[in-house]
Structure formats: structure tokens, C-alpha cells
């Protein structure tokens, strides 16, 4: 159901896009959102999209320095992310649930649908 793309070496200070595509008739239903993850670290959230886009919250330490956006029409949601730190090094993962509108999440609970991790990593 989704699928993460982008992923990339980049430099310390650096800008990459990942994007997340959405297949089957839902993708205009779902809020998404991604997360990080590192070997042996809990998952952390990173940013969320509503379904029409109006609402978006993101980690405090991606505040100022990401982007996320969608394209209902593509069902794609994307993240850019910009000023790239080595602690942004992780495997990112997009992820879904159908809400209602306006509707965003926080933490990973109840959501249904996971695209495979896509690996950022940032050299300093």
C-alpha cells in the first residue's frame, strides 16, 4: 500500500527529498506520517500529514529544517527535509491510517499501513 522512496548519502547541511506513494483506492483517506528509526533505538516520530494536507505536525527536532506535503492527486506525500544533521542518520519509514479529515497523528499507535524504511544517511 505504500511505498517510501529517496533515500540517499548527503552531506552535513545538505537537503533530500523522500516521498511516499500511495497504491489502491485509499490513498486519498489516509493521514501519513513519517518516522525514524536507528538499530536499537525506539521508532520516533518525525512529521504528519492530514488527509487534505491542512493540518501538519512535526518532531521538535525537524521543526524549521523539514516539509511534508502531498499531492492527492499522485496520492504521494512528501518530506523535505533541508540542514541535514549526522543525527538525522536513520532508516525512514512512511506510515498510514484512514481518518477523517482534518485528522493527524503523533506516535505510531493504530496505524495500519507501513511503507519499507528507506535509509538517510548524513555524513559530517
Known amino acids: 500500500q505504500l511505498q517510501a522512496s529517496g533515500e540517499g548519502l548527503v552531506q552535513a547541511g545538505g537537503s533530500l527529498r523522500l516521498s511516499c506513494a500511495a497504491s489502491g483506492r485509499t490513498g486519498s483517506r489516509l493521514a501519513v506520517g513519517w518516522f525514524r528509526q536507528n538499530p536499537g533505538k525506539e521508532r520516533e516520530f518525525v512529521a504528519s500529514i492530514s488527509r487534505s494536507g491542512t493540518n501538519i505536525h512535526y518532531a521538535d527536532f525537524v521543526k524549521g529544517r523539514s516539509t511534508i506535503s502531498r499531492d492527492n492527486a499522485k496520492n504521494i506525500v512528501y518530506l523535505q527535509m533541508s540542514s541535514l544533521k549526522s543525527e538525522d542518520t536513520a532508516v525512514y519509514y512512511c506510515?498510514?491510517?484512514?481518518?477523517?479529515?482534518?485528522?493527524?497523528?503523533?506516535?505510531?499507535?493504530?496505524?495500519?499501513?507501513w511503507g519499507k524504511g528507506t535509509q538517510v544517511t548524513v555524513s559530517s
Open positions: 506510515a498510514a491510517r484512514i481518518t477523517s479529515d482534518y485528522t493527524i497523528f503523533t506516535s505510531d499507535y493504530g496505524l495500519r499501513y
